[in-house]
């Protein structure tokens, strides 16, 4: 807590205090039925000059939404600054805030991009610029925000005619009860963004999983 508080740390508890508040305006925003990472989405490269473009680029910028981006730098930057003058404290006497900051920045750049190219091959895929919002209509997904009911909206995990896998809002059908997280549920339209879901029937659920694993 000594370091925390510390002036010489004060750029890392700023961030680290930063991604903490981004951290919980996120979980807030996912009870909510929404998430401010897809809000903001992904970060583009058009109109960065070459330099500039190649080192965000490097750092894989626009591999992941921006929000991640921005919560892996504050994070990672926090931690390595801690430690590096947790190092120097060792060693000799902490440094100034305005020299350890340099450090920590050197060292937090290829960490970032090696955190970031793990995570955008684990986060699925939740764009649907590869298929049109009508094809998920008559397929079988699961609950994975909710209660689905006819307040706010809530998420479902559905996975496409490719096989990636799309977490899109959805609401309970009109007269439905609520579907609980871990549901099977049957998309049967959609408003705008919003899917329309209903249970899913038992004879629907086995066959249409199957083209799921066929991919793999």
Sequence with gaps: MHLFLAPECAPFAIAAMILIGLTAIEILSMLFGFSLSEMIGK???????????????WINLGGVPLLILIMLL????AIVGFAVQAVAAMVWTPL??????LPAAFLTIPLVRGSTRTIARLIPRDETYV????????RTAKVTVGPLDQG????????????NWHQLRASAAKGEGPLGVGAEVLLVDHKA??????????????????PSREQH
């Design 74 to 77: 504050l994070g990672i930057f």
């Design 96 to 101: 100034t805030a305005v020299v350890a900051v």
């Design 43 to 57: 970060p583009h490269l058009d109109g960065h000059d070459g330099v500039v473009s190649g080192l965000l680029s």
């Design 152 to 163: 706010l909206p809530g998420r479902v995990s559905v996975k496409d005619v490719h096989g």
């Design 193 to 210: 963004d919003i899917f329309i879901a209903v249970p899913a029937p038992s004879d629907l659920v086995g066959p249409a999983e199957q």
């Design 131 to 138: 298929v049109d919002a009508g094809d998920f209509v008559g």
